[in-house]
């Protein structure tokens, strides 16, 4: 395991900010911890990124204890988060050229231009000074810090804060891309649930200094969300008539569209294909919940089990 | 850490800096002038008061003065990089990355003040040339006195280092050590002899290591010898600050590691 997190705490007075949690995240693996402000993502990464000394617990990067190997961890790791700032009077070369000669790399010249040409910077944004970026630009500019750094694990806490949604979007698909080329062990932060579902293949839901739920998002909608809708219409107003085990129930809408409710899993294939087999359809789509519909649905539940367990209390 | 990767950090501060500094054209101009400007005043106040009558200083009160402001712009600046360092970078938002650097906060602070000593070194050599050439006060500016005045600098580092630890967990406190450390102009005898003060402000005057910095750059300029006691004095309160300053620094990181105040981005 490339990351170990074990029974992991923190306070700051009286307010716990982590309640021991625990993940492990493999070499290569784009991890999310998605969680709402406040939950303690931020916390976690500064653990890990040696910024923070923690209450109790473990973490371990690459076997090497966080809090023993501080020096050694900074050499393997890296953090962009969307506060991060340049010197504003310095040129792109210049900035990435101080903390190339801080991080020990030589040919940082021609890796910022080669990651630049990737990300859409060139020489000419390069030659300008900080203060004339835009926020993405800088952003750009801080990955491609990183990417000359070439760190193998980093850690992206919530990178997308404040930029436009064009711009965030363009961001994530830069990193997706970068992610997959440079196979990073990254760890991604994020109250968007559209970018973590978008680029975390594992997450970890964060509630309250607490982790109350993890999977893929594939296992994380299916276990909140058992039931899946198909919903469609047939060209000439019939209904239905097909026999399927696993259909729970079949509705039909006042404007004629029919719902079908079944268990979500590989059968939903085989049913679409059945209602296909059986006339012609318009419109017919499968409605899959959104990691957000999830997150909600999920910290609802919790709050009222936790309520329950007051009242009955 | 090997010395070849400090001195490849410390000559990253230093082109940093100084690429800063340029950027700012009339910044520059300005940072280059103010030392002109600052020995012009006092030499000419000094020149003023001497053709009043004699003050009893030795040299004269234009070169009393003279020698006095550019060692205390020496110091002053060495001190003020090196306390100022952290938290800069706080303030600006560049601190993490910075912190990210496999190595003890120590080298990227002490590159800082390094960096801020060759300020110092300019501005000295400024000031000195001015002084010489355009008032015609004699500094008698010898290398046993030039490494005098960097004793005296390194004496102040580590004093420099306690503020730079304890800003990163109290962020006004910066203001309370400058207050403190301007109030030494009074007692260390930059402007007039610290036996003109009054008698419970001189024992306050003795506990403090610029006084002797100060007294030996005079003796210096005006005899051509340290007197050994301050050079002893610089080395002790060096040293002296140098441990606390060290413990000082690592004691509030690790506080401040504890409390989530070394880096609140």
């Not at chain 1, 961001?171 to 680029?199: A, G, Q, W």
């Not at chain 2, 205390?72 to 800069?88: A, C, E, M, N, Y």
């Not at chain 2, 006060?137 to 960097?150: H, R």
């Not at chain 2, 004691?251 to 609140?264: D, P, S, V």
Request: glycine share 8%.
């Amino acid at each position: 395991m490339e990351i170990v997190v074990e029974c992991l705490e923190k306070s700051f007075g009286d307010t716990q900010a982590l309640k021991g949690i625990s993940f492990e995240v493999d070499k290569g693996e784009i991890f999310g911890l998605l969680g709402p402000n406040g939950a303690g993502k931020t916390t976690t990464v500064k653990i890990l990124a040696t910024m923070l000394l923690p209450d109790n617990g473990l973490t371990k990067i690459r076997g090497l204890d966080v809090v023993r190997y501080p020096k050694k961890v900074r050499d393997l790791v890296d953090v962009i988060t969307a506060r991060d700032k340049f010197y504003r009077r310095l040129t792109g070369y210049q900035n990435i050229r101080f903390f190339s000669r801080l991080y020990k790399v030589d040919d940082w010249r021609s890796k910022m231009e080669e990651y630049g040409d990737h990300l859409g910077l060139d020489e000419s944004d390069f030659e300008k000074r900080l203060a004339d970026y835009s926020t993405g630009m800088r952003q750009k500019l801080n990955l491609i810090r990183n990417m000359v750094r070439e760190t193998p694990i980093l850690f992206l806490d919530e990178p997308t804060l404040g930029l436009d949604p064009v711009s965030s979007r363009k961001f994530r698909s830069l990193l997706k891309d970068v992610m997959e080329r440079e196979k990073k062990t990254v760890i991604f932060t994020s109250h968007n649930m559209f970018e973590v579902e978008e680029l975390c293949e594992r997450i970890a839901i964060l509630k309250d200094g607490q982790i109350t739920m993890t999977g893929d998002p594939k296992e994380l909608k299916d276990k909140i969300f058992p039931k899946r809708m198909i919903e469609f219409s047939y060209r000439d107003g019939s209904d239905l008539d097909i026999q399927d085990p696993y259909i729970d129930s079949i509705k039909k809408t006042r404007d004629g569209k029919i719902q079908v409710f079944l268990e979500a899993g590989d059968r939903v294939h085989d049913v679409v294909r059945k209602i296909l087999d059986h006339g012609r359809v318009s419109n017919i789509s499968v409605k899959e919940p959104t990691l957000e519909e999830v997150f909600i649905k999920h910290t609802d539940e919790e709050e009222r089990s936790e309520n329950e367990v007051t009242s009955w209390m | 850490m090997d010395v070849k990767q400090y001195l490849h950090i410390i000559w990253a501060f230093l082109v940093r800096d100084w690429q800063r500094r340029w950027s700012y054209k009339l910044n520059f101009v300005a940072m280059l002038m103010y030392p002109i400007v600052w020995v012009s005043v006092f030499a000419l106040l000094g020149r003023t008061v001497d053709e009043g009558g004699d003050m009893g200083l030795e040299g004269g009160f234009a070169t009393y003065i003279v020698v006095g402001i550019i060692t205390w712009r020496f110091i002053r600046v060495g001190f003020f990089d090196s306390s100022w360092s952290i938290r800069w970078e706080q303030h600006i938002g560049t601190f993490k990355n910075i912190y990210m650097i496999p190595h003890h906060l120590l080298v990227p602070v002490s590159a800082t003040a390094l960096s801020g000593f060759t300020v110092s070194i300019l501005n000295f050599f400024e000031m000195w040339l001015v002084a010489e050439l355009v008032f015609g006060i004699s500094l008698n500016l010898t290398f046993p006195s030039f490494l005098f005045l960097l004793l005296a600098w390194m004496s102040v580092i580590g004093f420099g280092f306690v503020i730079a630890g304890v800003a990163v967990l109290y962020k006004e406190i910066q203001a309370v050590f400058t207050v403190i450390f301007f109030s030494f102009q009074f007692f260390c005898g930059v402007f007039f002899p610290v036996s003109s003060l009054p008698r419970a402000a001189q024992y306050i005057s003795r506990a403090i290591p610029i006084t002797y910095a100060l007294n030996g750059m005079r003796t210096s300029m005006n005899h051509g010898y340290i007197p050994t006691s301050d050079v002893l004095v610089m080395i002790v309160a060096g040293v002296i600050g140098m441990i606390i300053g060290l413990i000082t620094l690592h004691l509030c990181l690790k506080k401040a590691l504890k409390e989530g105040k070394l880096e609140r981005y």
